[in-house]
């Protein structure tokens, strides 16, 4: 498979949440990237969802790392924060 072939970046989930679910070490790694670029892809694996649904998931982390859920599809969420 060439280069040209791959989906772009900007199509593979950021971070991925998995069976240890949310840790203070994923929300860290999310604000890190949320300062660098401003957005994060989030994409929730199975065996991380422990009892919730993907959309409490969401606004967990987002109210963790103040940001924004801007869009939801299945078991991927974008978050956004404003740069300062």
Do not use: C, Q, W, Y
């Not at 990237?33 to 422990?50: E, H, P, Q, S």
């Not at 649904?53 to 924060?81: C, P, Q, W, Y």
Request: glycine fraction near 8%; charged fraction near 35%; hydrophobic fraction near 35%.
């Amino acid at each position: 498979m060439r280069k040209t072939d791959r989906k772009s970046r900007g199509d593979l989930p950021t971070v991925r949440i998995g069976k240890r679910g949310i840790t203070p070490s994923l929300i860290k790694e999310i604000l890190k990237n949320l300062k660098k670029t401003g957005i994060v892809k989030v994409r929730i694996l199975k065996t991380g969802f422990k009892d919730h649904t993907a959309e409490e998931i969401a606004m967990n982390i987002a109210e963790a790392t103040d940001s924004n859920v801007t869009k939801m599809i299945g078991h991927t969420f974008t978050l956004r924060k404003a740069k300062r």
